[in-house]
């Protein structure tokens, strides 16, 4: 369990993060969620104590990290951008690792062999490809068994095996009853992995919500129809609160009425239809919705 | 998954910890075969050249051994920072503080069983080659001079970590370290005050028949500047490690 509670942080004259609380709880997979620079990455640095919030605090396993005898045991970490020396084997690096908390050579070669690592484990990182240093991360995330999991980013540069092969670990972590929180920017990887979601923009929160909720309160779901007589049925389907699009010939977007209501209208008009599907607002599209004003004012700064 | 076993006190941790780094770094370990080497050849000049010498030799073996034990000593502070490394090991040690002490065990040890097994070999190589003018390894002359290059390269090492830690910079330590122990003895201007610099101190400490001009401190009081200087930049260097963002 992670408690964030009322936490700012500043960064010279730039808030990076701005009055964020919110709870992130065990047992499920919580995608961390914002536009670059949306104060993602250094809220994860203070769960750990990297930073220090500038007010506020963050609890994690009901203490402060720093507070923890064997902090590696509670939390385990993969935080942006590689943090191996690309001298030292994957090996020695766990090694390392495991020595500042007494864990035993048994427990680096598990981690090694759960990552699959293990034939390359005593190569010198520097070669290794982004994917095998994202899952060297993960095996030293994993190292202490830790109760609570945070992973930056972690699909970046894996292959779509790899992809899989998280997805899998991560719902596993969850249902072994851990915290787990994913920040990530690829949606679509979200969507397939993340029971809820915690979306910032700005350092500030716009969302805290199981997903399925972020997806029905995000556009409104459309009906997509195709038929033959697509611009017969569009003039029978025009009315008021009904928004029309067309993205071919035959096919017609409806928004505003259910799949229902125009295959009624299709029916009583004698309209053949061949395909009628209600589609749910993808995550990007509720993402876009809910962040669009802090990308914008993300980019006029950066315009000025 | 198993659960690893109990977790012990964060401070032998962390010096295990950095003993594994230390071994597991091909540049670090050529860099102590590099600095084994040079004390070497500095302990068996010592045995030959009478009186602990002021020569050149001594003085060029001396401060090779500081520059180089200076170089490894900010890399290793430093090299965390820019070779990102510091996310995972302050993750690990969150107090911070042991990591510095580890860093400073690790290396202060590896350099006193490398200066060990130099001045034997040194000591036994100026006795198979010069036995005429081989003075006596036991010789209080002598002993100071080895005693002398322990504890200056034992500062050089705290400089050096502590430097790295400061600066978060390979560039900006051994530039630090550089001004304080190489460029005083150089460059000799203001004896009088530059003695009371590391690099200055170190020579009082290591070398005896100095003329009076030199203006070298005398040998306690070098070892007492020595260490005075150690112990402000440790403490400056734990300092701003608990306090800074990583």
Known sequence: MIEIQDVSKRHGDRWAVRELSCTVRPGRVTGFLGPNGSGKSSTLRMVVGLDSPTSGRVLVEGRRYAEHPAPLTRVGALLEARGVHPGRSARAHLQALAATHRFSRRRVEEVLELVGLTEVAHRRSGGFSLGMGQRLGIAAALLGDPATVLLDEPANGLDPDGVRWLRGLLRQLADEGRTVLVSSHLLAEMAGTADHVVVLGRGRLLADAPLAELLASGARPAVRVRSPRARELRDLLHGPGVVLGSPAEDVLLVEGASAEQVGEVARAHGVPVHELVTEQPSLEEAFAALTGDAVEFDAGRVRR | ?246
């Open chain 2, 1 to 246: 998954m198993t659960a690893p076993g109990p977790a012990a006190g964060a401070w032998s941790g962390a010096v295990r910890s950095e003993w594994v780094k230390l071994r597991s770094l091909r540049s670090t370990v050529t860099a102590y075969a590099a600095i084994a080497a040079v004390l070497a050849a500095l302990c068996g000049l010592c045995l030959t050249l009478p009186g602990g010498g002021t020569e050149d030799p001594v003085f060029a073996a001396l401060l090779l051994a500081e520059l180089l034990v200076a170089g490894v000593a900010v890399l290793a502070a430093a090299g965390e920072f820019s070779a990102g490394t510091a996310r995972s090991t302050f993750t690990a040690v969150p107090r911070r503080t042991p990591v510095l002490v580890g860093k400073l065990l690790a290396h202060g040890g590896a350099l006193l069983a490398v200066l060990a097994v130099a001045a034997v070999a040194g000591g036994t190589a100026a006795a198979i080659g010069a036995p005429e003018a081989a003075g006596s390894p036991l010789d209080p002359l002598v002993l100071r001079a080895v005693g002398g290059t322990a504890l200056t390269l034992l500062g050089v090492v705290v400089l050096g970590v502590s430097a790295g830690l400061l600066t978060r910079s390979p560039a900006g330590g051994l530039a630090a370290v550089f001004a304080l122990v190489v460029l005083p003895v150089v460059v000799v201007t203001a004896p009088e005050v530059t003695a009371y610099l590391p690099g200055r101190a170190a020579q009082g400490l290591v070398f005896t028949g100095a003329p009076p001009e030199a203006h070298l401190l005398p040998g306690a009081a070098a070892a007492a500047v020595l260490v005075a200087w150690a112990v402000v930049a440790a403490m400056a260097a734990a300092t701003v490690l608990r306090r800074r963002d990583v």
